[in-house]
């Protein structure tokens, strides 16, 4: 799937709808995108883009905890609304059963002997899962199976 087209399609669509809001986060997407690929001087393929978008939705969760211990629930309703929209460009999320499959997959391959290893099951479970799973939560299950 083409991430940056599809956003660049949806940037157009709100355009001639009007949609402010949603217009000013596929925005701000696009610009993080292009950050990116002027920092690297390259041109980001989908599992990178895939990268800025888990990004956008992490700062977006860390924001909405900051506002609502602070208060701010209007604040933390903005965020959740900028979150929802960049959840519209992320693939279908896996269930705990794919998780706890895929988890399973790359003991298998990897057999790691303790918790030193544990770099290797994630460095291979990163790829698959990006954008796709809480990968804290995923770390949670591999630290738990290695402990």
């Given amino acids: 799937m ?14 001639k ?6 217009l000013l986060v596929v925005r ?18 989908d599992e990178q883009i895939l990268a800025v978008l888990d990004k956008a939705l992490k700062q977006r969760k860390e924001s909405i905890a900051q506002f609502e ?5 209007d604040l933390a309703e903005n965020e959740a609304a900028e979150m929802a929209v960049i959840q519209d460009f992320m693939p279908q999320p896996l269930s705990e059963a794919d998780i706890a499959s895929m988890i ?10 303790g918790m030193q290893d544990m770099g290797k099951v994630m460095a291979l479970l990163k790829p698959q899962m990006q954008g796709r799973a809480d990968m804290a939560l995923v770390s949670q299950q591999i630290k738990a199976k290695l402990g």
Avoid: H, W
Wanted: glycine share 4%.
């Fill in 104 to 113: 399973d997959q790359a003991f298998n391959e990897v057999s790691p002997s």
């Fill in 28 to 45: 701000t997407l696009l610009a993080a995108i292009k950050q990116q690929e002027v920092d690297q001087q390259t041109t980001l393929n």
């Fill in 69 to 73: 211990a602070a208060g701010r629930e």
């Fill in 2 to 15: 083409d991430y940056k087209a599809k956003l660049t399609d949806e940037m157009k669509r709100c355009m």
């Fill in 17 to 22: 709808a009007g949609e402010k809001s949603r």
